[in-house]
C-alpha cells in the first residue's frame, strides 16, 4: 500500500462546476496536509495546507480532513479553465514529507 | 521576496558526463530538499538537508548521486557517469525550520536534464 494514495485522473469538470480531489494517507500519527498545484511544465506551488480536523476555506479552495478516516480532500468551487493541472498531496508521515503521484484535473468551457 | 532559484533551467548531456544541479533556497531557510520528477509521474524524494545535521540521503538512487549543502546556504545535487534513465526534471526546495519533513515547502522552477 502507497504511503499517500491519490486517484491519477483525469478528473474533468466543466466551468463552474465543484471539482472534488481526494487523498488518503497509511500514517495515523500524521500531523500536516497540503495540496500543491502543478501546472505543466512548471513547479509544484502551495494552494493550502492544514492541520486540523474539518474545513479550511480559502476563496474558492476548500480543504477537508477527516483524521480517523485518514483522508484529506481539495474542493474547487466555480472551477475555471485556469484551474486546469495536476494537484498534489502532500502529508508529513510521522516527520516525513511524502507526496502524492498527483490528480491531473481538466475544467472544460 | 526572491524564491527558490535553480541552475541551469535546461541541462542537455551526453551518457557517461558528470553533471551539477545547483539550488539557492530562500533566504533564511533552514532546511532544503532535492527531488526527482520523470514525465508525469509524481514527485520521488532524493536528498534533505536541516541546518548543520547529516543529510538525510535515504532516497538517492544509486551512489552515482550526491549533494552536498555548503554553508547552510546553496546546494549541488552531483550526478556521476549519467545514464539515460538519469533524464527527469530535478527540482529543490526549501522551508523554514523543520521537525521532521513537515513544513511548507516553496519549490524552485526545476532544472530539465536530458542525457542522451
Known amino acids: 500500500q502507497k504511503e499517500v494514495e491519490q486517484n491519477s485522473g483525469p478528473l474533468s469538470v466543466p466551468e463552474g462546476a465543484i471539482a472534488s480531489l481526494n487523498c488518503t494517507y497509511s500514517?495515523?500519527?500524521?500531523?500536516?496536509f497540503f495540496w500543491y498545484r502543478q501546472y505543466s511544465g512548471k513547479s509544484p506551488e502551495l494552494i493550502m495546507s492544514?492541520?486540523?480536523?474539518g474545513d479550511k476555506e480559502d476563496g474558492r479552495f476548500t480543504a477537508q480532513l477527516n483524521k480517523a478516516s485518514q483522508y484529506v480532500s481539495l474542493l474547487i468551487r466555480d472551477s475555471q479553465p485556469s484551474d486546469s493541472a495536476t494537484y498534489l498531496c502532500a502529508v508529513n508521515l510521522g516527520g516525513d514529507m511524502r507526496f502524492g503521484a498527483g490528480t491531473r484535473l481538466t475544467v472544460k468551457p | 521576496g526572491a524564491g527558490v532559484s535553480q541552475s541551469p533551467s535546461n541541462k542537455v548531456t551526453e551518457k557517461g558526463k558528470d553533471v551539477e544541479l545547483r539550488c539557492d533556497p530562500i533566504?533564511?531557510?533552514?532546511?532544503l530538499y532535492w527531488y526527482r520528477q520523470s514525465l508525469g509521474q509524481g514527485l520521488e524524494f532524493l536528498i534533505y538537508?536541516?541546518?548543520?545535521?547529516?543529510?538525510?540521503k535515504s532516497g538517492l538512487p544509486s551512489d552515482r548521486f550526491s549533494a552536498e549543502r555548503t554553508g547552510g546556504s546553496v546546494s549541488t545535487l552531483t550526478i556521476q557517469r549519467t545514464q539515460q534513465e538519469d533524464s527527469a526534471v530535478y527540482l529543490c526546495?526549501?522551508?523554514?525550520?523543520?521537525?521532521?519533513?513537515?513544513?511548507?515547502?516553496?519549490f524552485g522552477p526545476g532544472t530539465r536534464l536530458l542525457v542522451l
Open positions: 500514517d495515523r500519527v500524521s500531523q500536516s
Open positions: 526546495a526549501s522551508s523554514f525550520l523543520s521537525s521532521g519533513r513537515g513544513e511548507t515547502q516553496y
Open positions: 492544514i492541520y486540523s480536523n
Open positions: 538537508f536541516q541546518g548543520n545535521s547529516a543529510p538525510d
Open positions: 533566504s533564511g531557510h533552514t532546511a
